[in-house]
């Protein structure tokens, strides 16, 4: 059964992912200098989110230890990082770069594994060794591994539908190439459930009206077809929902 964590205000929603973000940190380190916290990120809305929630809260940011983060991508978009649609792109202009000189000083950052952007634009072998090459980076397994949900109810770039199949029923590689993604761009990389599945930690962050009819779909019906539910079903006792209150307009409050 997943937990489910809802909130009426945004600042509280902000505060108390990031209070979860920092327990995960904390057990991961153990107060060990030498220890690393692994944590894969999703992109889209979850950067603003975790801008506001580790590096502007001035309760958690300084327990943040930024140099012991290794930090992954759960999707990438196969664009150039300076595009809009690259999701290390938009995570390095709305969290690093602000990090970097936040509360007047110079901090350390967190190792971020990107794709190799150099591959970028060479066609179907150039894609797959992307993939290849992200999977061979990949820890045995993710502290925390943070997910948004699409109103179609993907997660990472796990579509719903007969023609992602090769994506959900992968059982062995942990990075594919998604090569017809129903959102733009339509090639990407995505985890696979593979390394959901081995994670100690799964949150999904989810906001907006626009969410609240996927929301029951897989919160209520839990409809199988989607792979947000194959998660729940997959691990559902390591997995939190964070919810604001318009996302979970239509989940009975006994939930
Ligand atoms: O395409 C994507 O969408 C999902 C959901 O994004 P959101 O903006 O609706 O929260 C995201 O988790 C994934 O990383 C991204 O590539």
Not at 13 to 42: C, M, T
Not at 60 to 84: A, G, N, T, Y
Not at 225 to 241: A, D, I, Q
Request: aromatic share 10%; glycine share 6%.
């Amino acid at each position: 059964m997943v937990k489910l964590q809802r909130f009426t205000k945004e600042k509280t929603l902000v505060h108390e992912f990031g209070r979860y973000i920092l327990e995960k940190q904390d057990l991961a380190l153990a107060g060990n200098d030498d220890a690393v916290f692994n944590i894969a990120i999703s992109g889209g809305s979850m950067n603003q989110v975790l801008y506001e929630s580790l590096v502007t809260d001035k309760n958690i940011f300084p327990h943040i230890k930024w140099p012991q983060w290794r930090i992954f991508f759960c999707d990438e978009r196969l664009v150039p990082f300076e595009s809009p649609q690259s999701n290390y792109g938009q995570f390095k202009r709305t969290v690093l770069d602000p990090l970097v000189h936040e509360d007047d000083q110079l901090n350390l950052g967190p190792t971020v594994y990107t794709i190799n952007e150099s591959l970028i634009g060479g066609g179907e072998t150039a894609n797959k060794k992307i993939a290849e090459e992200y999977d061979s980076l990949l820890p045995a397994s993710f502290d925390l591994i943070l997910l948004g949900c699409g109103d179609d109810g993907h997660t990472c770039s796990l579509f719903p539908g007969v023609e992602f199949n090769y994506l959900v029923e992968e059982m062995d590689r942990k990075v594919l190439w998604c090569y017809n993604s129903p959102k733009p761009p339509k090639d990407r990389i995505t985890f696979t459930l593979t390394v959901i599945a081995e994670a100690k930690n799964v949150c999904f962050l989810v906001k907006g009206f626009a969410k609240k009819a996927i929301m029951h779909d897989v919160l209520i019906v839990k409809n199988g077809e989607l792979p947000s539910v194959l998660v729940n079903e997959m691990v559902g006792t390591k997995v939190t929902w964070f919810l604001d209150e318009e996302a979970g307009a239509l989940i009975p409050q006994n939930c």
